[in-house]
């Protein structure tokens, strides 16, 4: 076997974690990924969502293992089991509520880091952006606080739009691989 014929054959799977509070729009995020959807009528997640989607970047294939992790409350306890083996996340805030905003630094990526190994990444996303008129949360604020806690990027998306979705989880991977030294 060539060294060319080996890169092709190089297979990852990473699970990652999509964390924020709840109505951020983490699930439609992640329809939006897999399925190209969005629905309108707002169901919580319930613990969480275990959904798997395989990726092809040049030659190396990446199956992600996305946890969609409940954001009520009530299932912070439950929530550090989630974190186990978790290689990257994507935090999510709602544009439009600054509390949300403010739950990034104060409660996600605290679990985040808590219960994720150090190497663990993790991108900041202000979501909702089609809700121009109700915006509350700017974009150089979502910059300077993706700055401020070392986030490997930040994206603003629109999950109903879809703009940004596809982008958002490949700087995700893209960050993760390279973390494992590779290239793409």
Known sequence: MTS??????????????????SAV????LINQFVEGSF????????????????VKLNSIKVRLIMWDL????KYRVVRSMYFQGCQGALLVYDVTRYNTFDSINSKWLRDFKKYVKKEGVYILIGNKTDLTDQRTVTTDRGKEIAQKIKASHFIETSAKLGENIEEAFILLVNQILNNHGVEI
């Open 70 to 73: 409940a954001g009520q409350e």
């Open 25 to 28: 729009g983490k699930t439609s």
């Open 39 to 54: 629905q309108e009528d707002y169901k919580p997640t319930l613990g969480a969502n275990i959904i798997r989607k395989d």
């Open 4 to 21: 060319e014929e080996a890169k092709l054959d190089r297979e990852f799977v990473f699970k990652v974690a999509i964390l924020g509070d």
